[in-house]
């Protein structure tokens, strides 16, 4: 049974920085490439960076140069190191997994951790 434990959210001002973690468990977590998404209360989720097994990484346009995904293999664990935060980062953080099983790739998701920037 796949799992994703998100954890690190919280509240903080504007101008600010969080780490998020996303534990997982059930995967063969070297291999399987990982992301975080996030929604915003009345928006549909929107992908913020994603990550390879290998470490290749990837952002949305408005998180470049602000955000930082990585990831610890031996630790099963995959982060999200936020900087400079904007009332509009506001929203549900999501760990993504996205394995593949045999011809199929799946998609598993955590249950979220919020985020709230301050004006």
């Known amino acids: 049974q796949v799992q994703l434990a998100e954890s690190g959210g919280g509240l903080v001002q504007s101008g600010g920085s969080l780490r998020l973690s996303c534990a997982a468990s059930?995967?063969?977590?070297?291999?399987?490439?990982m992301g975080w998404h996030r929604q915003a209360p009345g928006k549909q989720r929107e992908l913020v960076a994603t990550?390879?097994?290998?470490?290749?990484?990837n952002y949305a346009d408005f998180v470049k140069g602000r955000f930082s995904i990585s990831r610890d293999n031996a630790k099963n664990t995959v982060y999200l190191q936020m900087a400079g935060l904007k009332p509009d980062d506001t929203a549900v953080y999501y760990c993504?997994?996205?394995?593949?099983?045999?011809?199929?790739?799946?998609?598993?998701w955590g249950q979220g951790t919020q985020v709230t920037v301050s004006s």
């Open positions: 059930g995967l063969r977590f070297g291999i399987v490439d």
């Open positions: 993504n997994a996205k394995p593949w099983i045999g011809v199929t790739q799946r998609d598993y």
């Open positions: 990550i390879t097994g290998g470490g290749r990484a």
